[in-house]
Nanobody, 124 residues
Framework: QLQPVESGGGLVQPGGSLRLSCAAS????????IGWFRQAPGKEREGVSC????????YYTDSVKGRFTISRDNAKNTVYLQMNSLKPEDTAVYYC?????????????????WGQGTQVTVSS
């Protein structure tokens, strides 16, 4: 089964930064739109950001605009989510998924390949 792998999560203080990575070894991420999602305890999973595969268009949910940046490094077959000015409400398990296209900041998830997630905790 094709599955991307997330990494880079951890514990960080409010105002700090983390960079999440979404990498794949069995398929080429450049052939897919990539979405980042998060799920906080007791809440539903929500879309955070998406990057298209054809023109590289990027999209963000309002709560992370100006703080998070999604990008690709095709040579490394990796997509990144740079997260700055982190807030306690950003605490969640973060997932990446590879799919067909972005519906704004949310990846169209039918048939998408999901990673296992990485925990991000923002706390003092």
């Amino acid at each position: 089964q094709l599955q991307p792998v997330e990494s880079g999560g951890g514990l960080v203080q409010p105002g700090g930064s983390l960079r999440l990575s979404c990498a794949a070894s069995e398929f080429t991420l450049a052939d897919y739109a990539i979405g980042w999602f998060r799920q906080a305890p007791g809440k539903e999973r929500e879309g955070v950001s998406c990057i298209g595969y054809s023109d590289g268009s990027v999209y963000y949910t309002d709560s992370v605009k100006g703080r998070f940046t999604i990008s690709r490094d095709n040579a490394k077959n990796t997509v990144y989510l740079q997260m700055n000015s982190l807030k306690p409400e950003d605490t969640a398990v973060y997932y990446c998924a590879a799919g067909s296209y972005c519906l704004g900041y949310v990846l169209y998830t039918k048939g998408a390949h999901w990673g296992q997630g990485t925990q991000v905790t923002v706390s003092s």
